[in-house]
């Protein structure tokens, strides 16, 4: 059983997620998968957009989630080179996204949780 990747109209036979081992469920999954792509597919980091058939993948939950399927694909795109209605829906889910996050903020009594998290923000 193979990752697919598909990456400016490629189709790959990528890696098969049982060789991953404890990595697949750890919090490092993500970083793993994106550092993998910038050395195969040469898009870096910042620069990346990863998504299965449900979507974006954005934390290394996602990237488990996708991992499990029974025919796992992943579509890889650099941001600087995407559709840009590919890139406005995104950004769309995105948005709702950060209102549920901060949603489940306040739930657990993080009220203005987003001025709270800035205040941690390193400065620029």
């Not at 989630?65 to 406005?88: E, F, G, I, T």
């Not at 950004?91 to 996050?101: H, S, T």
Request: glycine share 4%.
């Amino acid at each position: 059983r193979m990752v697919r990747v598909e990456f400016d109209g490629q189709l790959h036979e990528w890696f098969d997620p049982a060789e991953l081992g404890a990595v697949a469920r750890s919090p490092e999954l993500a970083g793993v998968i994106r550092e993998n792509v910038t050395r195969y597919f040469g898009v870096p980091q910042a620069q990346q957009a990863i998504y299965d058939e449900d979507g974006l993948l954005t934390s290394s939950t996602d990237f488990c989630r996708a991992l499990q399927r029974v025919s796992p694909k992943l579509y890889v795109y650099d941001v600087r080179r995407m559709p840009a209605a590919m890139r406005d829906r995104t950004v769309q889910a995105l948005e709702m996204l950060d209102a549920e996050v901060e949603h489940s903020f306040e739930c657990f009594g993080a009220l203005h949780a987003r001025a709270h998290r800035a205040s941690f923000a390193p400065a620029v």
